[in-house]
């Protein structure tokens, strides 16, 4: 069956603000009101149920997040301005699609850009990510159009140039703020004024109304306890399943595509991205001794978790033989002539052909993605079918299970 991709680089509204929610508490109430002076967000992910204080008709209040006091960070706010303005939440765009409402069956992939309203540079490791329900992946990139103005418009940027993002509708680096102690040099600058490009992906596949929102937030980090760039980790995979079939594909990551000047390169942080006829995403550690560790086993399909490597996350043990996510704990260090090797097992039991796009029900995606102590670990090169699985990892995942 032919389809024409939705896929696009259109994103939904942000705006930089000091508050995400106000006091009402009717079925329609505003994000928009203060805060309140010396709130700050970074609690490791917020200590409430309801921190905002939002009671809307649409899924997902509860993720709301308070923003960090002024001098503390800045939130990003991405959403309409009142829930009380009917037009407001019922805008459209020139081509009659809603700004903010999702439709029963709907999904967009969508981007915004915006100018950063600070002043000056200010370094961050904490971040903080919330999204309502129905939110798929959020991306935060330093935009090449530097003079374009705030709006809609096609993405102007690269995926290698992403500072920020996350998968999950709740998602704190590090978790639960929590600093390890060989993390505490790390850092992601933002420059004065800088260009951003915001891509939003939502999909709707309930019989309810759905509200695309999300909220970022940036904890300043003074410059004095900045050392280390924390840079970006990113795979892709080419696939081409047809209907009614199983595959696995795949890629790497060699420890000489990654921009660091130690000797071992330091992965920080690892998460596949995949979609729901994703049945495994496993990622290996090939060593120069000929040894592989298998550093990442996920069984969720598009909810794939991140783990965080240092000397004090504690990560779930991978169970391949029970399909029980989990990943290595412990620092992950690659040496010269090492790498990532992963794989995803697909189960494509639809009548569409996956080829790599953004639909989350009708394609699949095997991208790694993560974070590196260094200026970035661009593994771009697309591949076809990774190497050969060694013996010890024979039979863990099967052919797409």
């Known amino acids: 069956m032919s389809r024409v991709s939705t896929f696009a680089c259109l994103v939904a509204t942000i705006s930089l603000t000091v508050a995400c929610g106000g006091d009402k508490t009717s079925a329609n109430a505003s994000p928009s009101g203060s805060a309140g002076a010396g709130n700050s967000g970074d609690d490791g992910g917020g200590a409430s149920t309801n921190p905002c204080n939002l009671h809307t008709q649409f899924e997902g209040d509860e993720n709301c997040i308070l923003p960090p006091a002024e ?3 800045v939130q990003l706010h991405i959403g309409p301005s009142s829930f009380d303005d009917p037009d ?15 439709e029963p069956g709907d999904e967009r992939t969508e981007c915004y850009h915006l100018t950063s309203p600070n002043t000056e540079t200010h370094n ?17 990139r330093a935009s090449n159009a530097a ?15 992403a500072f920020g993002g996350t998968q999950h509708a709740v998602e704190d680096l590090p978790p639960g703020g929590v600093v390890a ?12 004024h800088a260009p951003i490009d915001a891509q ?12 695309r929102e999300a909220w970022v937030n940036l904890i300043y980090k003074p410059e004095s306890e900045s050392k280390t760039i924390l840079g970006m980790l990113g795979g892709f995979t080419r696939m081409n399943v047809p209907p ?12 000489e595509q990654a921009f660091s000047t130690d000797p071992e390169a330091r992965v920080v942080t690892l998460f596949g991205h995949a979609h729901t006829h994703n049945t495994r995403f496993a990622v290996w550690h090939d060593k120069v001794d000929g040894s592989s560790e298998l550093v990442y086993d996920s069984y969720d399909g598009a909810e794939a978790p991140t783990y965080t490597y240092n000397t004090i996350a504690k990560n779930p043990a991978p169970d391949p033989e029970n399909r029980i996510s989990g990943g290595r704990s412990g620092m992950l260090l690659l040496k010269a002539g090492e790498q990532l090797r ?24 095997c991208n790694l993605f993560g974070s590196i102590a260094g200026a970035g670990f661009p593994c771009f090169t697309i591949g076809g079918t990774p190497p050969p699985k060694p013996a010890a990892d024979a039979g863990a995942g099967g052919d797409g299970g």
């Open 181 to 192: 102690p060989e993390d505490e040099g790390l850092y992601h600058a933002i420059p004065a």
């Open 124 to 140: 961050y490791f904490k971040q903080q990510y919330r999204m309502r329900t129905g939110s798929h992946h959020m991306i935060l």
């Open 88 to 102: 407001v939440i019922n805008a459209k765009d020139d081509k009659g699609n809603y700004l903010w409402l999702m």
């Open 244 to 255: 009614h079939s199983k595959a696995t594909v795949g890629n790497v990551c060699t420890r």
């Open 342 to 365: 992963y794989s995803c097992d697909i189960n494509n039991d639809t009548d569409f052909t996956f080829v790599g796009q953004n639909e989350v029900n009708t394609d699949e995606m």
């Open 71 to 73: 001098a503390e960070g």
């Open 200 to 211: 939003l992906h939502f999909y709707n596949t309930t019989d309810k109304v759905r509200l």
């Open 147 to 161: 003079d374009a103005p705030e709006g809609w418009g096609l993405c102007d940027s690269s995926i290698i140039n």
